[in-house]
DNA sequence: CGAGCAATTGAACGCTGTCAACCCGAGTGG
DNA sequence: CCACTCGGGTTGACAGCGTTCAATTGCTCG
């Protein structure tokens, strides 16, 4: 039954207002044809939304909430291979299955499209492939930089990239720095599972940066930049890369 | 100077003949486009085909040899996050700079693409642009599938699924199984920094392998496959995902 | 033959995974 | 109102794997 997801006709509304990467400045025509596909789905925490090697029905983007995808390894151990934040695609076009499983790390809503009548949309609005030729390769981008920090051996360097990377991520898509409050979206359990190791040594590391006066812990998801430098420093990244004065270093050279 | 490319009017037979990805099978029209732009071009070994963060003038795929993605660390350690082999693409359309720097692991001789010149083509074959996204969306799936290699914790298993994926991708490009035979395309060097560990570490574990019975090593870069259920083990993966026997599983459940 | 590099081997230290105990807040029921 | 439980997070002790440093081998090349 999809009765209980009668909200669609809101869907172009919430969409718009998001300024999600799939419609932002579409032209009219096909954000109309974008939200006659649209459906609007929630999801409680913990709630799988689509199975490791299941068939890809749909695909769409974030509106709240965070989605984890994670592999599951023979021996039952997961690893999380990527965090979904608003405005983020998931899914994939031109694919029968998937070869990740999709969770809500916490209660979630996400706007989907059937797989099947988006690719129909390419073949009138070609933006739309480039645009999701982009989203790909940004994510492409992003885990490529997971690889270099998954084969860092510190744990600290690990924490310190994600904090930044998160701090740096929230100030795109406010549009300007919000200062050094940064919010941890997940549990102890997935972020140890997203960075390669156990929640213990999550929180000696999580510690160890306060006791250090690097960070200051506000409540367990919570954490105030004290000292960026040297977060930096411990990161062992190019401190351009995350240095707010020339954030677009990175991307544009 | 262009002078040193003058090969050019054998790239279409090149190509053809290599089955590549993004020639075999495309439409004549689309493929004779194809030819007038594409430049061979060849590398030495240890020769830098694009820095990071430089411009991307071209796309291409690799017709012989092996590249190196790779992204280096603030303090001086490089990180392979990826390795082409021959019909694999290379490099980004719709994107201004890398985020990679990419070198020639062994000589490589590739066939490129001007960026601009490729993208003109997806406005009059479709299908280009297709494949194109069908291509990043394998490289992405190989690199989630290597996030997961490297978040486990043992050197033995990452060098196991290394091993392991290389006999897939043998026998994939070749269209049968093409025995036990594994060549290791680079050096101990970048095989460490591909497998986020140190030449000394990998060193032990091939050693310890060939000690168990489950390889022989005939030089350093060759070995000869015993035991592949132990490998298989070792790995930690499904073991469906690498049986010659139901190499399909995988991809289309 | 010696220089230089790749690969291997050995020894020691340190980080982190593992196991265990503990703290704490929320929810529950007496 | 308290006792209890449960789950998430933290802390401690310890062993093991892997990095690091160092020495050796084997090979290619000049």
């Known amino acids: 039954m999809e009765g209980l997801h009668s909200v669609t006709s809101i869907v172009p509304a919430k969409c718009a207002a998001l300024d999600c990467a799939i419609c932002a400045d579409l032209e009219p025509a096909a954000k109309l044809e974008l939200s006659r596909i649209a459906r609007v789905r ?14 890809i029905g749909f695909v769409g983007n974030v509106v709240s909430g965070v989605l984890r995808l994670q592999k599951t390894l023979h021996d039952g151990r997961q690893q ?11 899914g994939r076009v031109f694919a029968q299955t ?16 059937s797989r099947g009548s988006f690719e129909q949309l390419f073949l009138r609005f070609p933006e739309l492939e480039h645009r999701m030729l982009a989203a790909i390769s940004r994510e492409l981008d992003a885990a490529q930089d997971w690889m270099l920090l998954l ?7 690990r924490l310190a990239t994600f904090l930044l990377i998160l701090r740096r991520k929230k100030a795109a898509t406010a ?21 390669g190791t ?21 409540d367990p998801q919570r954490f105030e930049i004290v000292d960026r430098q040297r977060l930096i420093a411990l990161s062992n990244h190019d401190p351009q890369e995350f240095d707010p004065a020339a954030p677009r270093t990175r991307r544009f050279g």
């Open 42 to 55: 929630t999801y409680r925490a913990g709630e799988t939304i689509l199975a490791e090697s299941d068939e």
């Open 80 to 90: 999380i291979v990527g965090l979904m934040l608003p405005s983020d695609m998931f």
């Open 98 to 113: 998937s070869h990740v499983a999709i969770e809500a790390a916490t209660d979630a809503t996400v706007c989907c499209y």
């Open 151 to 157: 084969a860092t051996q510190s744990v600290s360097e």
């Open 175 to 195: 549009g300007f720095d919000a200062g050094p409050l940064v919010e941890v979206p997940v549990s102890r359990r997935d972020l140890a599972a997203y960075l």
């Open 198 to 218: 156990t929640v213990e040594s999550i929180s000696r590391a999580v510690q160890q940066m306060a006791r250090a006066g690097i960070i200051r812990i506000i």
